[in-house]
């Protein structure tokens, strides 16, 4: 089984882009748990239906933080609609892969962008599918990162 | 100005010089087999007996009971599965071992769950010592083996072998230390732990990966796990590694011989340890302190980071080391060791193992001591877990 990261992956480890907070966040969205070693916080500034800014902080291995840093550079600037059509597979192949067993990074880095666009949706008071994707993905918990079997 | 400074030796050690040089003529001149029975096997032949009671020497073991393997997990291996299936035939079929055994001997153990044996796993305190009561609770006369190893890998603990090895024989169930960490880096004599069988293996005291030795006591019989051409009097199939064997026997003479110098690099482990937690706030030792751990073992807990990310961090200042985060291997659980002590998972994450030698200088530590905390605080302040406790505390 290969660990090794790509250069990719190495590059927004070593400089993660979006690293931070925005105190007056239009969406915020948290995922993962210090139990099983991952959590990814994401902080969306919207405007016009466009993400104009977006930060994050993630406690998590190599991989976390570059798919974390990774996602933030993928949907900054889109519209909120790009952003919610983001998936892992999209991160991983914009990292140039991930060793198998850090695939579940990049579903925390997908999940944490719906939990804030939902968070955005409810503070706007508008009614939208995400919200209640993010509610399935909160109530998982613990066992979000569970789904890789052992190899 | 960057160093490179190897603080890794748990995992595995340069192969020394010395070591080299006492190895080539077996690869290049010397390269005979030594169950030919012409010159160039019998000039083998005494190389590997010579090696063998030199070996042998360093342990306080007779020649006759040292037998060589391929690595240490061949060693646990083989004396875990060997005496298991050599009390089988004595109606045996209960193995008592630790929590915090190395993973070589617990999926040994794991094997023979599944082949039908019961196995008890010995809780340790948060020190990583093994209960004994728990020991003399458990053990019956139907316990083949107890198997605890000499030295944990990760927080270093000794473990009171010879304690543990009287308990199993009043039992009459065999003893096996895994002394892989050990041996070479604090004294090992066989006779005074009182074991039946002791692993040990080169790659952690500057011999080539590749070759390691089982000792097993004169007269202590269990079942063969490699079966061959009557090589190791019968007990393990192979034409002997010799090359690697003459490596193995120059490079635990000179950890032996070097053993006083483990003073100074307990010194030196204790200089890292005062250091790092008076700079690092949030920072917890993992494992006992002073003579109770190995000389060159350190474990440090750091909370709200991960372990990986560390080890990543460190690594790009030139900094090798290891950690026992879940994210660093292929499982999604922390160390067994640090949940064995009761470390919670959030601190297991964030652990860090230095293993220094008698090679690691002051210079090093002091290099370290100047990279680790700008590390630990670049983590924290992208660690979410943390915003929320400097919030707290405002």
Same mark, same amino acid.
Request: with cysteine.
């Given at each position: ?151 | ?70 690595? $240490?997990?061949?060693? #646990? *291996?083989?004396?875990?599965? %060997?005496?298991?299936?050599?009390? /089988?035939?004595? &109606? ?126 004169? $007269?202590?019989?269990? #079942? *063969?796990?490699?079966?061959? %051409?009557?090589?190791?009097?019968? /007990?393990?199939? &192979? ?156």
């Amino acid at each position: 089984m290969s660990m090794l990261y790509s250069e990719e992956v190495m590059d927004h480890f070593a400089n993660p882009r979006n690293v931070g907070v925005i105190e007056d966040a239009d969406g915020v969205g948290e995922i993962g748990n210090a139990k099983c070693g991952d959590i990814m916080k994401m902080y969306l500034k919207i405007e016009n239906n466009i993400i104009v800014d977006v930060k994050f902080k993630t406690f998590g291995c190599g991989a976390a933080v570059a798919t974390s840093s990774m996602a933030t550079e993928m949907i900054k600037g889109k519209s909120v609609d790009d952003a919610l059509s983001l998936t892992n597979k999209a991160v991983i192949d914009a990292l140039g892969g991930l060793p198998a067993v850090k695939i579940h990074c990049s579903v925390l880095a997908e999940e944490a962008v719906k939990c804030a666009l939902a968070d955005y949706y409810k503070k706007q008071g508008i009614d939208h599918p995400v919200i209640k994707e993010a509610e399935e993905i909160m109530g998982r918990g613990e066992d979000h990162d569970h789904a890789i079997p052992e190899e | 100005m960057k160093r490179y400074v190897y603080a890794d030796n748990a995992a595995t050690t340069p192969v020394s010089r010395e070591v080299v040089d006492a190895m080539m003529p077996y690869l290049t001149e010397k390269w005979g087999n030594p169950s030919s029975l012409h010159a160039k096997g019998r000039e083998a032949a005494i190389a590997l007996e010579d090696a063998r009671g030199r070996i042998a020497a360093c342990i306080g073991a007779d020649a006759k009971e040292i037998f060589f393997t391929s690595c $240490g997990s061949e060693s #646990d *291996n083989w004396a875990i599965k %060997g005496a298991a299936y050599a009390g /089988k035939k004595r &109606g045996k079929t209960h193995i008592i071992t630790s929590a915090i055994e190395h993973h070589a001997a617990l999926h040994a153990c794991a094997a023979l769950e599944k082949d039908g044996f019961t196995v008890t796993y010995l809780g340790v305190d948060k020190n990583g010592v093994v209960s004994l009561d728990e020991l003399k609770a458990a053990i019956t006369d139907k316990t083949a083996l107890v198997s605890v190893m000499l030295a944990n890998n990760e927080i270093g603990t000794i473990e009171p072998i010879a304690e543990i090895a009287k308990i199993a024989h009043e039992h009459g169930a065999l003893m096996f230390t895994d002394a892989v960490q050990a041996v070479g880096n604090i004294p090992v004599n066989v006779k005074e732990l009182g074991v039946d069988m002791l692993a040990f293996s080169g790659h952690k005291i500057h011999a080539p990966k590749g070759i390691a030795a089982l000792y097993i006591k004169k $007269g202590v019989r269990i #079942d *063969n796990l490699i079966d061959g %051409g009557g090589q190791e009097r019968s /007990k393990r199939g &192979g034409t002997e590694n010799m090359p690697y064997i003459i490596g193995l026997a120059t490079a635990i003479e000179n950890a032996v011989a070097r053993l006083p110098e483990m003073k100074k690099v307990a010194e030196l482990r204790d200089y890292l340890m005062d250091n790092i937690l008076k700079a690092i706030p949030y920072s917890t030792l993992n494992g006992p302190r002073g003579d109770a751990r190995l000389p060159g073992n350190l474990n440090i807990g750091f909370e709200f980071i991960e372990g990986e990310s560390m080890l990543l961090l460190l690594d790009f200042e030139g900094i090798a080391c290891s950690t026992g985060s879940a994210c660093s291997s292929a499982s999604l659980d922390p160390s067994h060791v640090l949940l064995a002590i009761g470390v919670p998972h959030e601190r297991a994450h964030g652990s860090l193992r230095l293993s220094i030698s008698t090679d690691t200088t002051k210079e090093d530590a002091d290099y370290i001591l100047e990279k680790l905390p700008p590390i630990i605080q670049r983590l924290r302040d992208m660690s979410p877990l943390y915003e929320s406790v400097t919030k707290a505390n405002v």
